[in-house]
């Protein structure tokens, strides 16, 4: 019987076809070498693509001519044992040195909430400020805006949004001046 590396391809040719030579008649080598082949055709290691940059878009596909090829860095892999992470973190551990005297405590949290009530009033003064500009949802119409109302509904949303922020924030405000204990 020829093999399958044969040079006599008569032979293979005038065969039956149920007795053409198969991948399960060879050695056992010409399996686990076609098997390893197999497998080694798609795992092309990830180090080996390029990267490029777009823009602000990093893809491993170029959309344009403004696409840079960036130089991808070398793997590194770190191999641990179970054995070899400590049991605790230090972390997780409070540090006796890491708490301060109760006087300074004390004195961070008055400073604390000095700024958090000034930063509470200035808040308080815009989201006023943006209150009268608002007019009950009619803010006053500016001279370009007439000529061109696209700017005045623009200018309604951006006043709608900065007032939703400014409420935000001065939710926010008060939460922190709560959790220090004082009232705005």
């Excluded at 777009?54 to 344009?64: D, E, K, S």
């Excluded at 696409?67 to 590194?76: D, G, I, K, R």
């Excluded at 605790?88 to 006087?103: D, G, H, N, Y």
Aim: net charge positive; charged share 20%; proline share 10%.
């Amino acid at each position: 019987m020829p093999s399958f590396f044969s040079t006599d391809w008569r032979a293979l040719v005038s065969r039956p076809r149920s007795h053409a030579p198969c991948l399960w008649h060879q050695p056992w080598w010409v399996g686990v070498l076609g098997g390893i082949l197999a497998l080694g055709a798609g795992a092309q290691p990830a180090s080996t693509e390029r990267i490029y940059r777009c823009g602000q878009t990093y893809t491993n596909l170029p959309t344009g001519a403004d696409c840079q090829a960036l130089p991808v860095p070398a793997l590194t892999v770190v191999p641990t044992w179970p054995g070899s992470l400590p049991a605790k973190s230090p972390a997780a551990e409070p540090m006796a040195s890491a708490r301060v005297a109760p006087q300074l405590q004390a004195q961070r949290d008055a400073q604390a909430r000095e700024v958090l009530q000034a930063e509470w009033q200035r808040a308080q003064q815009r989201h006023a400020a943006l209150m009268q500009e608002w007019n009950q949802g009619e803010p006053q119409r500016q001279p370009e805006e007439l000529r061109q109302p696209g700017r005045y509904a623009e200018r309604v949303a951006q006043l709608r949004a900065a007032i939703e922020r400014s409420e935000a924030d001065l939710a926010g405000l008060q939460r922190e001046l709560k959790r220090l204990g004082d009232r705005p």
